[in-house]
């Protein structure tokens, strides 16, 4: 290299430093930048993107007929518009990554590429996205703290972008998973006047701003509910049901949910039992087949069984045990799962009652439900059990008898401590059983002989 060239390159490298496109190494990115450090790096980048050129380096295109200078086959100039082209593919590349490594669970990596990312003075458009990615990791590592003063300095630092009432609806979620449901409930209002009251809701945001505003909606209800408050958690899901809003075709797949949420705290307060009913009717009725039916029916259930409507709350059992819907379809076995643990507690309620014939209806049906030897033999040993409280008592030694077999013959059922149980105590009750037979031939045999005795004596 020529020593005319050598000067050109190290010129060359000179420019590229003072414009930004050569950087000297600041050390590897720490994801452990808490959220006051991380808005610092953000104002930082925010400096440095606003700075102008030095006027020192901008040459005259007069100098380009220099040959000697900006020609030699050594060293090459880029456009400008060249040099930003690789600079935003190397930005896209670098927040790409964070992301299939926020998507892999790799949370710590994550936020290392999301901070270097940073670190290179992005434009406004990736420090924008790059804080909220951040504010999403600290979310999914549960840390609360960091993840609510993210998501403020984004506030604080773009009061008018577009997503602050996503973000402002993040910050009010948070709130509540920390316990702050009064600043939770406060924010949720603020979020539901201001976005109301924004120049952009008539315009092209309006459909999201709509469901913005809903969401936040049924937030407030959500929120007095998971606090206890079910009086005035009904009120504001009654409110949503008179909603406008709900109308909407996306919309409307919410008003299942929010029916499904009144019903529960209806269910909730004793002395709103018969509004229970009504909404359960309506659910039935305008939402027959949704994967909340099975749900809204065991609320049902519960309710009858407290104000003894029996033949009420059997209805309702056997339909959750006759559905089959989309969701069960895709997850077949925790939905049976669901079925066998309803069925086998409103059973068990149907025989502390003494309303066996009930309790007998639905176990007969949950053999057809069982997953498990177990559970089998669980529910034949109820079966057997129900069966001399009615004075079945044949049916009950075949019942119990079944059981013995199926103990003996099956390799499938695993020993331990339930099925053990169940063995014992189905020999104690066979062994009653016995006892009793003999006590009920021995009463007959008197009777008999008291009868012999007394014609006798008349003779």
């Known amino acids: 290299m020529t020593m005319k060239a050598g000067i050109g390159v190290g010129m060359s490298i000179i420019i590229l430093l003072r414009l930004g496109v050569v950087r000297a190494a600041d050390g590897p990115a720490s994801a452990s930048l808490n959220a006051s450090q991380i808005r610092g790096l953000v104002e930082k980048t925010e400096a440095r993107v606003g700075e102008a ?55 710590d990596a994550a936020a290392r590429d999301f901070i270097t990312l940073l670190e290179k003075f992005p434009p406004e458009e990736y420090r924008k996205k790059t804080m909220l990615q951040l504010a999403l990791i600290a979310e999914l590592q549960t840390d609360w703290p960091k993840a609510q003063q993210i998501y403020r300095h984004f506030k604080s630092l773009w009061q008018d972008d577009p997503n602050v009432p996503l973000v402002s609806l993040r910050l009010a979620e948070i709130y509540r998973e920390m316990g702050a449901d009064e600043l939770a409930l406060s924010d949720f209002h603020t979020l539901i006047l201001s976005t109301v009251r924004s120049t952009d809701v008539k315009g092209k945001y309006f459909p999201v701003y709509e469901r913005i505003v809903l969401k ?16 005035n958690a009904a009120r504001y899901f009654n409110m949503l049901l008179r909603d406008e809003t709900l109308d909407g075709d996306y919309n409307r797949a919410n008003v299942p949910i929010v029916r499904h949420r009144l019903c529960e705290c209806y269910s909730m307060l004793p002395d709103r ?20 039916e099975a749900d809204v029916r065991y609320l049902a259930v519960q309710s009858c069984q407290k104000r003894q409507k029996t033949a009420e709350a059997l209805e309702h059992m056997q339909k959750i045990l006759e559905l089959q819907s989309e969701s069960e379809q895709a997850s077949a076995e925790s939905r049976i799962r669901w079925k066998l643990r309803v069925g086998l507690e409103v059973a068990a309620q149907m025989f502390q009652s ?4 009930a309790a007998l209806e639905i176990y007969r049906t949950l053999l057809k439900y069982n997953d498990s030897s177990e559970d089998e033999l669980f529910i034949w040993y109820q079966i057997g059990v129900i069966s001399e409280r009615l004075g079945q008592y044949d049916n009950a030694s075949e019942v119990y008898q079944k059981i013995k077999d199926q103990l003996a013959s099956s390799d499938s059922i695993s020993k331990g401590p339930p099925v053990d149980l169940i063995d014992e105590m189905t020999d104690w009750r066979v062994g009653l059983l016995d006892w009793y037979r003999k006590k009920q031939l021995v009463l007959e045999g008197m009777k008999e002989d008291n009868a012999s005795g007394s014609e006798a004596s008349n003779d």
């Open 53 to 107: 050129l030095p006027g020192g380096l901008r040459f005259d295109p007069l100098f380009a007929e220099f040959g000697d200078v900006f020609r030699s086959e050594a060293i090459s100039f880029d456009s400008m518009s060249e040099l930003d082209q690789r600079r935003h593919r190397g930005y896209e590349a670098q927040f790409n990554l964070g992301v299939r490594n926020r998507e892999a669970g790799a949370y």
């Open 216 to 231: 936040a909606k049924i937030e407030i209800a959500n929120t007095h509910f998971q606090r206890g408050d079910y009086a």
């Open 273 to 292: 039992s018969g509004e229970l009913d009504g909404q359960v009717e309506a659910f039935l009725k305008e939402h027959a087949g949704h994967e909340l």
């Open 354 to 357: 003494a309303n066996y014939r």
